[in-house]
């Protein structure tokens, strides 16, 4: 199986967007993320996609535009719009909120261009004291589809999908940054620092195959190292990338 060498070119965007609980949208900014994400001149957006639960990601890219003019426009836009810059990395990320939102901006460069992913999470504003609270959903009303937890990248804890706890054990010393679930469909994206890329392919390797599952493809360039594997109907793939400071690893099942 050929896997391109894109599936690295911004891999927790590709992990988010494979979601199939959420609404794709081509070729614009999703919801609200076009009123707090001043368009950098000459974006193109990739792919992108809407979750019930107001979170909202695109895969975009910048063309021959250098990577760090991109992050200070970001970092000077998202000032300007009311937002607090909690975080910032190598001049490749930021993180940043206001009142109900927040906002991520991972940066990359592949082939020559610079990539990246930009995600808002929205919140509906708390009530105020005088408010009366809602009443208990029925139990007869059907509940999102799919769920996507961002939580781990704004500071919060994500826990570890149990239906991959049951295939593979959360990698030692990670951090989970995003996680999603939806029928079929599971995934996690977390990082781990001072562990050479090596070490965790060895490791997944290792504690998939001993689970019964089958190695259907070994694959690595100079963006990372793709494994899959399958068993019966059910298929796990699992990416490992070397960002600098930490390996990005993401999980992904389908059954």
Not at 94 to 122: F, H, R, Y
Not at 154 to 181: C, F, H, N, Q, W
Request: glycine content about 8%; aromatic content about 6%.
């Amino acid at each position: 199986m050929k896997i391109k060498s894109i599936i690295f070119c911004m891999v927790a965007c590709c992990f988010v967007i494979g979601a199939a609980s959420a609404a794709m949208i081509e070729g614009k900014l999703p919801g609200p993320m076009a009123d707090e994400f001043t368009l950098f001149p000459g974006l193109k957006v990739i792919r992108a996609q809407s979750s019930p639960d107001g979170s909202h990601v695109a895969q975009v890219s910048f063309g021959q535009s250098l990577l760090p003019d991109v992050f200070e426009y970001y970092k000077t836009k998202l000032t300007e719009n009311g937002y607090t810059i909690k975080h910032t990395m190598q001049e490749r990320s930021i993180i940043a909120e206001k009142p109900n939102m927040n906002a991520v901006i991972s940066l990359d460069t592949q082939k020559g261009e610079t990539v990246g992913m930009l995600a808002l999470d929205v919140k509906p504003p708390r009530p105020a004291a005088s408010t009366p609270v809602p009443p208990v959903v029925s139990p007869k009303q059907k509940e999102p589809e799919g769920k996507m937890n961002m939580a781990g990248l704004l500071g919060g804890k994500t826990k570890y999908p149990a239906e991959l706890a049951a295939i593979v054990d959360l990698y030692p010393g990670s951090s989970i940054m995003l996680s999603r679930e939806k029928g079929k469909d599971v995934g996690v994206m977390m990082t781990a620092k001072g562990v050479p890329a090596a070490d965790a392919v060895l490791f997944y390797k290792t504690e998939i195959l001993q689970k019964g599952w089958a190695l259907a493809f070994d694959e690595a360039n100079e963006g990372g190292t793709v494994l899959g594997f399958t068993k019966e109907s059910r298929e796990v793939t699992a990416v490992i990338r070397d960002a600098g400071e930490a390996l990005i690893i993401t999980l992904d099942l389908k059954k």
